[in-house]
């Protein structure tokens, strides 16, 4: 397990254990959820329920506790586990940790990038995610994407970005800025770079998805949207620009 899922579900199965009423079972469940490793021995299991706020643990019948959660429960050689069933159980219990795991997974992405100004906007979409705010996490993890391809253009492909801009609108002024390029909508912007082979035909129907997604969470609707669909859209944005053009120039 991940230094960051553990800490972040230990946290969160802290708050899960004492804001619900709980069985014995349960508050083992979340605690080998929890644990630092896939199997937990008796010791460190009672251990960690001490750590999360279950000083009781001491005095129960650990094994005769786990051995009840059949289907949920797996005993190893080594100790305790948790099921596929188990690891679903925990989640009902604890799905908080979820978006935690999510969280997590994300930030570990951006440690790889150079360029400050798209990390910057990485890391602020993925507070957003924590916090349960899925349109800004869309909106905000565009705006850094677009930032990133902006900056690419400027520092390597603006004659031609302009010339094929010109050809295809000749009205079009020559961009110098962030803001001149700006002046294009995005989708026109999404097409030039494509035509310039800076990004593939695939990738660019990749982000005309993503840019789509973030235009619905950008104006007042009734759209909703769950953890699993933002990270999506995350995920779409480093594999296709973060990671191959966020770098420092």
């Known amino acids: 397990m991940n230094w960051w899922r553990t800490l972040a579900t230990r946290e ?21 959820d929890a644990g630092e490793n896939e199997v937990v021995s008796t010791k460190d299991l009672v251990n960690l329920a001490v750590e999360l706020g279950v000083a009781a643990a001491k005095k129960w019948n650990i094994s005769t506790v786990l051995t009840r959660g059949r289907g949920l429960i797996i005993r190893e050689p080594e100790g305790w586990c948790l099921s596929s069933s188990g690891k679903r159980r925990a989640a009902e219990l604890n799905p908080a ?42 909106v905000i993890s565009w705006i850094g994407a677009i930032s990133v391809l902006y900056q690419l253009v400027l520092k390597k492909h603006l004659a031609s970005f302009n010339a094929e801009a010109h ?81 420092r120039f």
């Open 97 to 138: 940790s979820l978006l935690q795991e999510t969280s997590g997974e994300l930030y570990e992405c951006t440690k790889g990038l150079e360029n400050t100004n798209a990390k910057q906007f990485l890391e602020e979409a993925i507070k957003c995610l924590d916090s349960g705010c899925m349109r800004a996490s869309v």
């Open 167 to 247: 050809r295809r609108n000749p009205k079009w002024k020559n961009a110098q800025s962030f803001d001149d390029l700006a002046n294009m909508k995005e989708c026109d912007f999404l097409e030039v770079v494509c035509a310039l082979s800076i990004i593939g035909k695939s990738v660019k129907q990749e982000l005309e998805a993503c840019l789509k997604l973030r235009n619905g969470c950008g104006h007042p609707n009734s759209l909703v949207l769950g953890e699993l669909r933002v990270k999506a859209h995350i995920e779409t944005l480093i594999n296709n620009v973060f990671r191959p053009f966020g770098v």
């Open 12 to 32: 969160s199965a802290k708050e899960a254990i004492h804001s619900q009423p709980l069985t014995q079972l349960e508050v083992l469940i979340l605690c080998l």
